[in-house]
Nanobody, 126 residues
Framework: QVQLVESGGALVQAGDSLTLSCAAS????????MGWFRQAPGKERAFVAT????????DYSLVVKGRFTISRDNAKNTLYLQMNSLDIDDTAVYYC???????????????????WGQGTQVTVSS
């Protein structure tokens, strides 16, 4: 069992930066592929970023690539999402997710992940 708790969501202005955190407990964190997803009002939950177990491999959705950075600290059992140059289209609830027992380096689909946090709200105003 993996428990995930996101934090860091806030109301910010367009152009601002924000860092989200996801604290993990339970099954050994460094065995899990991790990801960030987001869900805007009236839309499906969408992939944002993914990171391999040791942090050496990352990938992003095209809409955030170059602005967002996913990272992890396995010693602290924590996943991060650094978000720069935020715009109003980044407004959403952001979820972290864990994929356990995987031989894959990264994962892109909701169905790939078997544990989810409760989400943290990011609102970007113009």
């Amino acid at each position: 069992q993996v428990q995930l708790v996101e934090s860091g969501g806030a109301l910010v202005q367009a152009g601002d930066s924000l860092t989200l955190s996801c604290a993990a407990s339970g099954r050994t964190f460094n065995r899990n592929v991790m990801g960030w997803f987001r869900q805007a009002p009236g839309k499906e939950r969408a992939f944002v970023a993914t990171i391999s177990k040791d942090g050496s491999t990352t990938d992003y959705s095209l809409v955030v690539k170059g602005r967002f950075t996913i990272s992890r600290d396995n010693a602290k059992n924590t996943l991060y999402l650094q978000m720069n140059s935020l715009d109003i289209d980044d407004t959403a609830v952001y979820y972290c997710a864990a994929r356990t027992a995987s031989a894959d380096a990264v994962a892109y689909y909701r169905g790939n992940y078997n544990f989810w946090g409760q989400g943290t709200q990011v609102t970007v105003s113009s």
